[in-house]
C-alpha cells in the first residue's frame, strides 16, 4: 500500500485515525459508569493542590509537527499516532489528508464531549447518549489571497449537542449546557482567545548573512 494509500485508509468518516482514536477512548473511558463520588474523589487531590499551590496548575502543553515541503503537508506525532496534515480540497488538496481546520473542530467536539459527560456525572445527572457536532463557516479566498475582504479563518463556528438526558428537568439540562461551555477549554479559547506570540529559530545561514 503506498503512502496515498495509507492515509485514504486511515480516515472514516472525515475524522483522522488519531481523532477517531482519540474520541473513542475518552468517551469509552465513561462506559464503565463511573459514580459522580469517583469522580469527585478522582479531582479532589488535584484542586485541594491547586488551591493550595495555583504556580501548579499552571501546565505547558506543547504540539511539534515536522513540514513535508515536498507534499506540502505537516506530521503531527500525537499521543494515539501520526496524523499527516494538508490542504483541505477547496484549496487544492485532494482529500487524502487530515484538514487542520476540521482538526480544529473536532477538537471543539472531542472537548466539548469529554466535558459534557464530566459535569453530566458531577450534576448527578443520567446521560444515556450524547452527541456533538460542531460546524463552522470558512471561506476559502482569504487563505488563497482571491480576496482581502474575505476572513482568513472561520467567520463563524457552531456547537450542536443532541442529548438523551434520564429524568433531567429543562433547568438542568439548560444548566449542563451552560457548565459545558463554561469548562470547555477549546470552547473558551475560541470564545475568547488567547494571546499569540510567534518566535523564529533561523538556520545557520540566515543567521550568518544577519550577521
Known amino acids: 500500500m503506498d503512502r496515498k494509500s495509507r492515509r485514504s485508509s486511515n480516515r472514516s468518516g ?76 477547496a484549496a487544492g488538496g485532494d482529500g487524502s489528508w487530515a484538514c487542520s481546520a476540521d482538526m480544529l473542530l473536532q477538537a471543539l467536539v472531542a472537548c466539548a464531549g469529554v466535558t459534557l459527560a464530566a459535569v453530566a456525572k458531577a450534576m448527578e445527572l443520567e446521560l444515556r447518549n450524547a452527541s456533538v457536532t460542531a460546524e463552522g463557516d470558512l471561506d476559502f479566498r482569504g487563505t488563497l489571497a482571491v480576496s482581502k475582504d474575505a476572513p482568513v479563518g472561520f467567520s463563524e463556528i457552531r456547537l450542536y449537542f443532541d442529548l438523551d438526558l434520564q429524568d433531567a428537568s429543562e433547568d438542568q439540562a439548560r444548566k449542563l449546557i451552560q ?8 470552547y473558551q479559547t475560541l470564545a475568547q482567545p488567547s494571546k499569540l506570540a510567534t518566535t523564529v529559530k533561523w538556520g545557520p545561514k540566515l543567521e550568518q548573512a544577519q550577521d
Open 179 to 186: 457548565l459545558t461551555e463554561r469548562y470547555c477549554v477549546i
Open 14 to 89: 472525515g475524522l483522522s485515525i488519531g481523532f477517531r482514536v482519540f474520541l473513542e477512548n475518552h468517551y469509552n473511558s465513561f462506559e464503565h459508569a463511573m459514580t459522580a463520588e469517583e469522580l469527585r474523589a478522582l479531582q479532589a487531590p488535584l484542586k485541594a493542590q491547586y488551591r493550595d499551590q495555583p504556580a501548579s496548575a499552571l501546565k505547558t502543553l506543547s504540539a511539534t509537527g515536522q513540514v513535508q515541503a515536498g507534499s506540502l503537508s505537516c506530521e503531527l506525532l500525537t499521543g494515539t499516532g501520526l496524523v499527516s496534515a494538508g490542504l483541505h480540497p
